[in-house]
C-alpha cells in the first residue's frame, strides 16, 4: 500500500501520557473483517456492549502503525520526529491483542484508549448526520 495515509496523533489531554501514534485507514474489507472476528470473539450470547466494545478495540489494533517510546512536548515535535524509526515502537494487531509487553492495555491507559476510539469512529463510521448532507434534498425519481 505505497499510497497509504499515514496520521499522527498526539495523546496529550489530561489522563494520557503525551506519546504519539501513527495510525491508517483501514479498507472496507478488513473493517468487515473486525466485525466479523469481534462478533466470533465475543460469541452468540454477548450483548451489544460486548460487541461494540470488542469491535473498537479490534479496529484500532488494526489501524495503529506505531507508539512512540516517550511521550512527546507537542505537535510540532511529534511532526519532526514522524520518519525517525529509533524514536517509535512498530505495532500489529496481534501484538496488540496477545499478553506481552506490548498488550493494548499494557501501553494505553483508559482515557488513552477511548480517544484512540474515537480515531478509529472518526475514520471509519458515519453519522445519519453525515448521511443526511450527502443525501442533500434529493426527491424521488419515478422510474429509475
Known sequence: MSDEIVYLAHLNVTG????????????????DKVQEDAAALVGPDAIGLAM????????????????????VKDHDELRKIAGDESKW??????????????????????????????LFRRLHEISLVEVDEMVGKALPVAGG
Open 16 to 31: 494520557c501520557s503525551g506519546r504519539g501514534v501513527k495510525y491508517r485507514e483501514i479498507s472496507g474489507s478488513e473493517h
Open 52 to 71: 461494540r466494545n470488542k469491535e473498537l478495540r479490534l479496529g484500532v489494533a488494526t489501524m495503529l502503525l506505531a507508539v512512540t517510546k516517550d511521550p
Open 89 to 118: 515502537i512498530r505495532l500489529t494487531q496481534q501484538d496488540l491483542m496477545l499478553e506481552g509487553k506490548l498488550n493494548y492495555d499494557k501501553l494505553f491507559r483508559a482515557r488513552e484508549q477511548a480517544a484512540l476510539s474515537g
